[in-house]
């Protein structure tokens, strides 16, 4: 079995070849390892000559891959955690850079702000994140329906776009799912509300009802009161005509009562919206109410008699 056909022992050969401090290729070599069990596609590990800002050049080991549907390479500085390793996106033949990107310069490199705290698995989780939101790469030209791809690259990115898409479909439905099950809920809290309102307009016509009952009750003992006393009090028809203001008003409302009678019982028969009709029945009955109480009062000032 060919050990290097693993890549962490080909970083291993790569780190003793270029001298690596002893600490720092421990190190490099355990987070490797890590990186290769969350990215299994970072598997291509070389040495290379890397050109820094300052003009400056040294030979370093880089390992590399497709990360979030675009290839890399992140070169592996000797001081490493303390110097900050420098990322680099590759395009391919098909794609070049978006200009104004945040994250990726003009030539490639990766900004990014480095900390010693920080791990290549973290390094790796980033760039993903930064990919996705808004991918580095764009294609030179409108990729034709089935092109089979010319290099590992563009399968890669092929791959990379195909995801991202996916992705992007998945939270559109899962906003579409959120949005209906907040509608769900309106729908639901408009329903409770309608059912209270039901329940209070339904409550409101058992209370007129009720004192409804109560007024008819009072209106049969009137009328048998008025049959036990009415020929007392007029035993000529001549008697019907009133001779004097409390006899006027006391007739007055008789028929006052009589004519809410006649609108309660015609009310009845309408078809009106229930808030109408409530309101309607309690200002009739209110109304008759206090037409029998003051027509039971002018009687007793009559009479003498205190029957209500």
């Known amino acids: 079995m060919d050990l290097l056909a693993n890549p962490v022992q080909r970083l291993r050969a790569a780190l003793d070849d270029l001298e690596y401090p002893l600490g720092c290729k421990e190190l490099l070599l355990e987070e490797y390892r890590n990186v290769r069990v969350y990215y299994k596609e ?14 400056g050049t040294k030979k370093c080991a880089k390992i590399g891959g497709v ?13 490493y955690p303390v110097e900050p390793p420098v990322c680099y996106v590759m395009p391919t033949e098909t794609t070049v ?3 104004g990107h945040p994250k990726v310069e003009s030539g490639g490199r990766v900004v990014m702000d480095w900390e010693k705290a920080y791990t290549l698995t973290y390094l790796f989780g980033m760039l993903v994140d930064w990919f996705l939101q808004e991918p580095p790469l764009k294609p030179k030209w409108k990729a034709e329906v089935g092109r089979v791809p ?11 776009s195909v995801h991202r898409k996916l992705v992007k479909m998945c939270h559109n439905e899962v906003r579409k799912g959120e949005e209906l099950v907040r509608e769900g809920v309106r729908l639901n809290n408009r329903v409770l509300e309608m059912t209270e309102k039901a329940q209070q307009s339904l409550n409101e016509v058992l209370s007129v009802q009720h004192e409804i009952a ?5 209106i049969s003992d009137f009328n048998v009161w008025i049959a036990q006393n009415g020929p007392k009090a007029a035993p000529t ?11 006027t008003q006391i007739l007055t409302t008789t028929a006052l009562i009589n004519t809410i009678d006649d609108e309660l019982h015609l009310l009845s028969l309408t078809h009106q919206p229930p808030d109408s009709l409530v309101r309607s029945a309690i200002s009739l009955g209110r109304e008759k109410f206090l ?6 009062k002018m009687l007793r000032i009559r009479g003498g008699d205190s029957r209500v």
Do not use: C, K
Request: a negative charge; charged letters at 20%; zero cysteines.
């Open 291 to 296: 037409s029998i109480a003051l027509l039971n």
């Open 237 to 247: 028809p001549s008697t019907l005509i009133p001779t004097d203001p409390l006899s």
């Open 150 to 160: 010319r290099t590992v690259e563009d399968e890669y990115l092929l791959r990379g």
């Open 214 to 218: 109560l007024l008819e009750a009072q």
């Open 97 to 99: 850079f978006v200009r």
């Open 67 to 79: 990360v979030g549907g675009v290839a890399v390479w992140v070169w592996l500085g000797y001081g």
């Open 42 to 55: 970072v598997d291509r590990v070389e040495v290379g000559v890397h050109y820094g800002r300052d003009g």
